[in-house]
């Protein structure tokens, strides 16, 4: 017969068990953090109306979109969870409860070219919260702790939240007549990080921007110091437009709640050159980095939207949120080496028969399946030596072997697969349950 | 601006928070169920390349595939989680230890006539053994054990595993001279809890068997009694045939070890009728009834077969799974009202500041979260009345008030939003997490 190569398309990640068991690990922690934090869980669909999902979409959003005809319905697979949210939204305004707090963990496309690293099918997680005509400030510090609660339990200590917020750009660009440039000035300081300050004056010089106001642009941007620091300086600074000031305001509000929610001071920081690309955000924006892996850029971002379902709606929903981009921070945590799963196997403890009397292994794991012990029984006629290859390579913590003799005394060893140490015990559940 | 209406499409499951809550609390405990058995996870891509997807589809289901073409790429979504399963272990085969037992939970794709309770995404629960060369028969009696568990965790009691074997069936038809006519034939009789004998009769006479053929193949199926009586006959008539016969060794055999596993005599049963519309299985077949509520038909289904990969490898890979349609039981079961949430919100307890004080509110909160409550803050500007309206919609058990008073008393009162009786208690997370 005829054989197809069993291959899966590039851009689509596939992991063995024993990374997909850490995968899971991590999506769960995620999962449950934002649980904490008393958000509802929703699952939109993977295909929408095309009309629905690309409502707002343009530009390079939608030549990224797996879009296709079924019958005579033109359909596409969402290209992230902010839309679907918006949809879904607007669609049960009336049965939802203002704040509504949700969290999606999900899997969306995007047809990008595929490369090392870029995937078509990832996963994102996201939290926000949307207001019904307002949503107070406090919520823009809420979502930081989050980050922070969120990324502590997956580990790591040395991390920064910068926070920014995009009225005291637009402001700013008002205030100096660059008002219509600064979507593109924005993108183009957003990459300040990355290209340096030189390179960031002459994209500017090539919008036809005069050099005192590049002056003016740069030296905002450099103004340090701590958070508290640039904060004062933003306030000195003489510039009388009410939407810079709004913004400042903010911020400074933001600054304050996050103090309060137990933010240490190394862990934020006020950062005026984060603006996101996106011309989306219109207040907070936040960006998340590893500091002792800067090369993974922000982990976790997002921000403040003045009106999350226009396309959908009338109703004035204010928004804030934040994603965490699990697939591809998963594919640079692993190729690092830097994560490790709490539990490196599903099963806790291996049962190997080596007895034509099944009765007694079988009723032992069945036991300890009540007691909530992950309990796998090797129940194929192989020697003792493929038996133990087996526990090996799944990296089984524990093995019981019973044979004839164990039946016989009713006495069992419980090896420890990692130290070889074999613990003599009855064969009892509860008194196995204790050893492991 | 021009509103696009915020709609689902047709057969597309998308529910409220508190139906999502209950939805994510049974495909956690069916995944609970299935990691207690020591299988892996698995998760694989949503969109294959349609020459993978559909090596061996045809008829009915090639139909159903969402199939289109971005680039000159011809791609599918999975119309089930079977033929990923087999790509992955071929493409994986080295990687992996067998028997190689795997579960996956994830979202299918079937372009099905748009119905009430039929669904165009659903979710499916699979597990499955797969050996190297052989797999020993036991393990089509561990199958039903998980089935048994996994259905007394979901809160059933009175629920049949019917259990019978292909073999049996394939070997009487060839005794009989009817084995061209065999799949024919097991479709139809497949149909007999709903159209009755007589329509069945009427069926086979279609495809022109003889009316004592037809006597022959209705007293087979009518063969009645207990598990062991139905073995006893099938032991007892007189067919020579040796397919017929390892049927019903294998069926003998699964069923003494069915009881090995702890799955009670009113929970299992051997039925001769049951043969599993498809032609893929080739051995022990499976499919589970809730007897209070049996216009759900099978809730859970599978069988043996043997030789999952043959479309990509020449290995032979025989494997024994089953798999729980999760979307339509879900569908079904709310439907009926016949499940409930263990917890119906997420949030264990809302803290509702009173104050502009917000310094207490949020530390409670932080330190109720480090203790693993559930907890959420209501951080907008409302009157009382709407937080607690709040509270109440959300079905949140327990809500502290902190006002000023509270504040500098150092107590509040702990309310159960289901009684209204009201606990005094310090601001202290570890003494409310006591109370609740």
Known sequence: MAKVEPRTLPGFMELLPNEQILFDQIKQTIEDSYKTFGFLPIDTPIIELSEVLLAKAGGETEKQIYRFERGDTDLSLRFDLTVPLAKYVAKNYGNLSFPFRRYQIGKVYRGEKAQKGRYREFYQCDIDIIGDETLDIINDAELPSIIYFTFKKLGFDDFTIKINNR???????????????????????DKIDKIGVQAVEEEL??????????????SFI???GSSDEKIDKLEALKIENEVYRQGVRELKDVVKYVRMFGIPENNFTVDLTIARG??????TVYETFLNDYRELGSVCSGGRYENLAENYTDKK??????SIGLTRLFYKLNELNIIKADKKSISDILIIPMTENLQVPIKLATELRKLKVNTEIYLNNKKIKAKMKYANKLEIPYVIVIGDDEISSGK?????????EEVQCDIDASKIKELI
């Open 205 to 218: 010089k090539k919008l036809g921007i005069s050099e005192d106001v590049i002056d003016k642009i740069i």
């Open 222 to 224: 450099k103004i340090d």
């Open 167 to 189: 009225k005291i750009l637009n402001g700013l660009y008002e205030s100096i007549g660059q008002k219509d440039n600064s979507v593109e000035i924005m993108r183009i300081i």
């Open 317 to 322: 929903l204010p928004g804030v949120g934040v």
């Open 278 to 283: 996106l011309d989306y955000y219109t207040g």
């Open 412 to 420: 069992i060893k419980v090896k420890n697969m990692e130290t070889g």
